[in-house]
């Protein structure tokens, strides 16, 4: 039972998680041992050293929040940290009402389903930034946490919603990155692509298109 216990702790962890998704592509790709494990572990630890920076983060901008809420008393508004990593961590640390749970949950089904769509529908981006891949589950689980939905509903519309959104993404995206580097090779993968293509839409209208210089 209590190995149980632990090999639940561990995959209900988001580190662990992104490093098992790292571990996996490593070994698809056939690197050696060496680099397998080495990959593994950086994913782990980065996610973790992150986690800890985003509580240092927050714990820095507690005194500023309050000064605030005090030097302006009159106004009757309470502050609030609105960095995306700092919310999710925040939401996984403290996990209440299980949330941490289903954002790990999330972060590997989620995963999953990304593969899957890259590999059999036209849209073949696999999506790498590894904080992007963590907050995405966690907003997305946290979305649906909301509704009050029960946990596997959570997971499973969280996971379809967050396959989607990474293998679809970067998709809308490549037409303008495609022109930025000259080729398909880089894709963009960020949380605000959206924003970014509305932005990319936008600008022809109102400025003036550059043309490069030739070297």
């Given at each position: 039972?209590?190995?149980?216990?632990?090999?639940?702790?561990?995959?209900?962890?988001?580190?662990?998680?992104?490093?098992?998704?790292?571990?996996?592509?490593?070994?698809?790709?056939?690197?050696?041992?060496?680099?397998?494990?080495?990959?593994?572990?950086?994913?782990?630890?980065?996610?973790?050293?992150?986690?800890?920076?985003?509580?240092?983060?927050?714990?820095?901008?507690?005194?500023?929040?309050?000064?605030?809420?005090?030097?302006?008393?009159?106004?009757?508004?309470?502050?609030?940290?609105?960095?995306?990593?700092?919310?999710?961590?925040?939401?996984?640390?403290?996990?209440?009402?299980?949330i941490g749970a289903l954002i790990a949950w999330?972060?590997?089904?989620?995963?999953?389903?990304?593969?899957?769509?890259?590999?059999?529908?036209?849209?073949?981006?696999?999506?790498?930034?590894?904080h992007m891949i963590w907050i995405h589950a966690?907003?997305?689980?946290?979305?649906?946490?909301?509704?009050?939905?029960?946990?596997?509903?959570?997971?499973?519309?969280?996971?379809?919603?967050?396959?989607?959104?990474?293998?679809?993404?970067?998709?809308?995206?490549?037409?303008?990155?495609?022109?930025?580097?000259?080729?398909?090779?880089?894709?963009?993968?960020?949380?605000?692509?959206?924003?970014?293509?509305?932005?990319?839409?936008?600008?022809?209208?109102?400025g003036k298109r550059r043309t490069r210089r030739?070297?």
């Open positions: 039972m209590e190995i149980f216990k632990f090999i639940l702790s561990l995959i209900t962890t988001p580190a662990f998680v992104l490093g098992l998704i790292a571990m996996i592509g490593l070994i698809l790709q056939k690197k050696s041992g060496s680099e397998v494990l080495v990959g593994t572990i950086k994913t782990v630890l980065g996610l973790l050293i992150m986690s800890v920076g985003i509580g240092a983060l927050i714990a820095a901008l507690v005194p500023i929040q309050k000064m605030f809420e005090i030097g302006i008393p009159a106004a009757g508004f309470e502050t609030f940290v609105t960095f995306d990593e700092a919310v999710v961590s925040a939401v996984q640390t403290t996990n209440l009402a299980n999330t972060l590997l089904f989620g995963y999953i389903i990304h593969l899957l769509l890259a590999r059999f529908t036209p849209f073949h981006y696999v999506y790498l930034t590894g966690g907003a997305f689980a946290i979305l649906y946490h909301s509704f009050g939905l029960q946990p596997w509903a959570v997971v499973l519309l969280a996971s379809i919603t967050d396959g989607l959104y990474m293998t679809l993404m970067p998709a809308l995206a490549q037409p303008v990155m495609r022109k930025i580097t000259g080729g398909d090779e880089i894709a963009f993968g960020h949380g605000q692509t959206l924003l970014n293509m509305l932005c990319a839409w936008v600008g022809p209208l109102v030739k070297t």
